[in-house]
């Protein structure tokens, strides 16, 4: 069993930053694929970024490649976000989950744990 909570979203002007952290329960956090997913309001969950479990790889959807980076510390059990450029279409809730498996994650958005979200909204 995983638990993960999300922590760093706020309100910030477009063309700012932002970086969420998601810190995770568990003694096995470095056995799994960890990935952001958000849902604007009105608007089906999407998948955002992952990464596999050890760090070396990472997969961005389209629209945040450039601009949001993932990244993980096994030995604090965190993941994060790093949000520059944002934009006001990237107000949504970010989620965070974690995945035995990084293709699935990264492909179909497939997430075994999930955590309750952060609120970011971007104003313009």
């Known amino acids: 069993q995983v638990q993960l909570v999300e922590s760093g979203g706020g309100l910030v002007q477009a063309g700012g930053s932002l970086r969420l952290s998601c810190a995770a329960s568990g003694r096995t956090f470095g056995s799994y694929a960890m990935g952001w997913f958000r849902r604007a309001p009105g608007k089906e969950r999407e998948f955002v970024s992952a990464i596999s479990d050890d760090g070396g790889s990472t997969s961005y959807t389209d629209s945040v490649k450039g601009r949001f980076t993932i990244s993980r510390d096994n030995a604090k059990n965190t993941v994060f976000l790093q949000m520059n450029s944002l934009k006001p279409e990237d107000t949504a809730v970010y989620f965070c989950?974690?995945?035995?498996?990084?293709?699935?994650?990264?492909?179909?958005?497939?997430?075994?744990?999930w955590g309750k979200g952060t609120l970011v909204t971007v104003s313009s």
């Open positions: 989950a974690a995945g035995i498996n990084f293709r699935s994650m990264s492909t179909v958005g497939r997430g075994d744990y």
